[in-house]
C-alpha cells in the first residue's frame, strides 16, 4: 500500500491514474486553494486530510510518502541565474513544493509543468528547478553533474516533455514532467503509442442545445473585419484536438475555446481561403489539398486565430447536424482521460464553468496512468 499525497491537486488526476492501474494506495492529503476544485476532488476521492493552501501546511505532520505529486505553477525566481540556489526559489511557489520535499523525504515524487518551463527566463527556471533537486548527491537524466549549488535535495532526476496524443487520447498537449527518486535507480519514460481514438470518438450524442453558438458568435468567427487576421494562424489536424484550457469558453476570453461545426454553410469558401492567403500573414500548416481537408470528413480540426491577436479558436467539422457548438464539459473531461462516471460525480457539485476550469487545469489520467506503469509495474 503506497502512501500518497499531492499539492496544487486539482480534480485528482494522480489518484485517477492508480486506480485503473489498480495499484493499492492510501490518499494521506490532498491540497488545492481552489474551492471548487475541492469539492470535485472530494466526490472522487477521499484523503485523510484536504488541505487549503501549501504555503500554510505544517509539513512536519505529514507521515513520509512514497509517492508525492504536484503540478506547480511556473514563476520567476527573483534573483534567477544568481546561483543562489533553494533560497533563489523562495517567494514563489515551487519553493514549499521543495521545502516539503525536504522535509517529508518522499521515495518518489512527480512534478508537472507546460513545456514553458524549459525555456523561462531564458532557461534560468529550469535549470535552478534541476539544481535544487539535484545538487548535493543526485542526478539528472542519469548523469552526475558538477553541484553549483550546497543545498540540493540529492534526488535522481528524470524529466521529458510528453503529449497526451501519444498516450491514447487525441489532445495535443506538451507538458514537462520531472520523476525524482530518493534512492538511485534506472527510470525511462513511456514510449509513444499508437493514436487509435480519433476527436470524433471523444463526442457526445445529442449534446444539450445550450452550447449551440448564437448566430452573433457564428458570424464573429467566421466574418473577421479587414486586418483581423494578421498575427493569426490556421491549422488543420484531423484527429485531435488542441490544448484543452483552463478558461472559460466563452466570447471574449483571452485563449482557447472549442466548438464543433457541423453544416456546409459554415464552411470556408475557397473564396476566402484565397483571400486569407493572399491578404494576410496567416500560417497554414496543411496540405495543399486545403479546400477538400476542410469540407470532405468528418473529425477535421481547424484551429484558427480568434480573428484577434493572441486569441485562438478550435472547430470540428462533423456533418452531423446543423449548427456550431462548443465542446462540453464532458468532451473536455474525456480529452484528460476522465471516465463518464467521474464527472458525473463532479457535476453534481460543480457548474459548468467550474467543470470546465477543472479540465484544463488537470494533468491527462493517461500519460499518469502510463509515467506510474514505469515507476511501479515495470
Request: one cysteine or more; hydrophobic letters at 35%.
Amino acid at each position: 500500500m503506497i502512501k500518497v499525497g499531492t499539492d496544487f491537486s486539482g480534480i485528482g488526476s494522480p489518484e485517477a491514474a492508480l486506480k485503473r492501474l489498480g495499484i493499492p494506495h492510501h490518499n494521506i492529503f490532498a491540497c488545492d486553494i481552489d474551492k471548487y476544485a475541492e469539492k470535485s476532488f472530494l466526490e472522487l476521492n477521499k484523503p485523510d486530510k484536504f488541505y487549503k493552501d501549501i504555503t500554510t501546511r505544517d509539513y512536519k505532520e505529514v507521515p513520509q510518502l512514497d509517492l508525492y505529486v504536484a503540478g506547480f505553477p511556473c514563476q520567476s525566481f527573483s534573483l534567477a541565474g544568481k546561483r543562489k540556489g533553494f533560497n533563489e526559489t523562495r517567494g514563489t511557489l515551487f519553493f514549499n513544493v521543495a521545502e516539503f520535499i525536504k522535509v517529508n523525504q518522499p521515495e518518489c515524487f512527480i512534478l508537472e509543468n507546460v513545456k514553458g518551463l524549459l525555456s523561462h527566463d531564458s532557461g534560468k527556471t529550469y535549470q535552478t528547478i534541476t539544481d535544487v533537486l539535484t545538487n548535493g548527491g543526485g542526478t539528472l537524466n542519469g548523469q552526475m553533474g558538477m553541484d553549483t549549488i550546497d543545498d540540493g535535495l540529492g534526488y535522481h532526476v528524470y524529466t521529458k516533455v510528453l503529449n497526451t496524443k501519444d498516450y491514447g487520447i487525441p489532445q495535443n498537449r506538451e507538458r514537462i514532467f520531472i520523476v525524482g527518486f530518493k534512492h538511485w535507480r534506472t527510470f525511462n519514460f513511456p514510449v509513444k503509442m499508437p493514436l487509435k481514438l480519433k476527436l470524433k470518438d471523444m463526442l457526445q450524442d445529442n449534446a444539450n442545445s445550450k452550447y449551440i453558438l448564437s448566430k452573433k458568435m457564428v458570424k464573429h468567427i467566421f466574418e473577421p473585419k479587414k486586418g483581423d487576421w494578421k498575427s493569426g494562424k490556421m491549422t488543420i489536424d484531423t484527429n485531435i484536438a488542441k490544448t484543452i484550457n483552463a478558461r472559460v469558453f466563452k466570447m471574449g476570453a483571452a485563449d482557447t475555446d472549442n466548438y464543433i461545426t457541423v453544416d456546409d454553410k459554415y464552411y470556408l469558401s475557397k473564396k476566402k481561403i484565397e483571400y486569407l492567403k493572399r491578404t494576410s500573414t496567416t500560417t497554414f500548416n496543411i496540405n495543399q489539398n486545403i479546400e477538400q481537408d476542410i469540407i470532405k470528413d468528418c473529425s477535421r480540426t481547424i484551429t484558427s486565430g480568434y480573428f484577434k491577436s493572441g486569441r485562438t479558436e478550435q472547430y470540428i467539422n462533423e456533418k452531423t447536424t446543423k449548427k456550431i457548438r462548443r465542446l462540453t464539459p464532458l468532451e473536455c473531461w474525456r480529452l484528460q482521460g476522465f471516465t463518464d462516471e467521474e464527472f458525473y460525480k463532479a457535476q453534481k457539485v460543480n457548474s459548468d464553468t467550474q467543470l470546465y476550469k477543472q479540465a484544463g487545469n488537470s494533468i491527462t489520467v493517461n500519460v499518469m496512468v502510463e509515467i506510474l506503469k514505469k515507476i511501479y509495474l515495470k
